[in-house]
């Protein structure tokens, strides 16, 4: 069955400093992945994913994920943190031997300093 | 660009009292996903709906049933509500044949508080 871990439920950097958000996967089969952002009592945005093109994947508001495999990892990074970046994320990974349905990991909270 | 709408975005109601959420796809959207977040959880998995079938099952209690009409939205009906029943519901759609993933882009959510 697939699963997705993410290791941090917390993260706090300071604004302009870089932002990376750890998110390992599980997978029997080649998985779609995806992250999501959450603003507070605000519905889920997708910021990116990857389904079996390019590895390095570019997504909206300067956010990027590589996909690498040998490390069935799914990381997200961004150069510098803005203080409109504190929201939840949450790393999602879906396959067929799942029906595609997508399973989200526990969420990683970011924080941002001023 | 149309996005998914929930109705309604907040909703309190008493235990044991029965409650309808729905939710409107984005135009020629055909599958529909239902979703529910308890407080600082992340979203488990409820039901979907393609082509106003049944297409997964997961998470969801025998007292919650949900459905697709004709012109794709969707409604989720709760009964016998209990306290833990208390969460955000999200509603997401998505373009595509049954079996295969395609991105989904979800509702704003509504927020049922049970009292």
């Known amino acids: 069955a697939q699963s997705v871990t993410q290791l941090d439920s917390h993260v706090s950097v300071s604004e302009g400093t870089p932002v990376l958000l750890r998110c390992n996967y599980s997978s029997s089969y080649s998985p779609s992945l995806f992250w999501y952002v959450q603003h507070p009592n605000k519905g889920l945005q997708l910021l990116l994913k990857?389904?079996?093109?390019?590895?390095l994947v570019k997504g909206i508001n300067g956010f990027e994920a590589e996909f690498k495999k040998s490390e069935t990892s799914f990381h997200l990074t961004k150069p510098s943190a803005h203080m409109s970046d504190a929201a939840e994320y949450f790393c999602?990974?879906?396959?067929?031997?799942?029906?595609?349905?997508?399973?989200f990991g526990r969420g990683t909270s970011l924080i941002v300093h001023p | 660009a149309a996005g998914v709408i929930q109705s309604p975005r907040h909703l309190i109601k008493e235990k044991r009292e029965t409650a309808t959420l729905k939710c409107y796809p984005i135009p020629r959207h055909d599958t529909v996903y239902w979703y529910q977040q308890g407080p600082g959880q992340d979203p488990q998995f409820l039901i979907s709906f393609y082509e106003k079938m049944q297409s997964d099952k997961g998470s969801i209690p025998d007292r919650f049933s949900a459905q697709q009409f004709s012109d794709y939205h969707s409604e989720l009906n709760m009964s016998s509500l209990e306290l833990g029943d208390s969460a955000l519901y999200f509603c997401?759609?998505?373009?595509?044949?049954?079996?295969?993933?395609?991105?989904?882009?979800f509702g704003p959510g509504t927020r049922l508080t049970v009292t």
């Open positions: 999602v990974v879906s396959d067929r031997g799942g029906s595609y349905i997508p399973t």
């Open positions: 990857y389904t079996s093109a390019a590895t």
């Open positions: 997401a759609s998505s373009q595509g044949t049954s079996g295969s993933f395609n991105e989904q882009y």
